[in-house]
């Protein structure tokens, strides 16, 4: 488990995570995200709205200087919440 935290005005300490800033207000944009981590079960992987997606996607799947998003610093409950309100039915998780 990591011994990173960040300290969140809502939650209080948690561990971090890192969102596009797309997914932080956003509601319906959708959610993908790369990969768990097998070895620590309470991360949240990074994670990036649908167009952030057709812009890697466009690059062959991989982030470019071009298609890399602007990213965010947020807790493990904020994370929560956007998937929750970002994800449209149509992500694989």
């Known amino acids: 488990m990591t011994e990173d935290f960040v300290d969140c005005d809502v ?18 944009l959708g959610f993908n995200h790369s990969d768990l981590d097998s070895e620590d079960d309470e991360s949240r992987p990074n994670a990036w709205c649908g167009d952030c ?6 690059t062959g799947g991989e982030w470019t200087d071009d298609s890399e998003p602007k990213i965010s610093l947020l807790c493990a409950s904020c994370w929560d919440r956007a998937r929750k309100r970002n994800r449209t039915g149509r992500e694989d998780d």
């Open 11 to 28: 939650h209080g300490r948690s561990l971090p995570a890192f969102v596009c800033v797309h997914l932080l207000d956003g509601d319906g």
């Open 53 to 58: 997606e057709q812009r890697r996607l466009s």
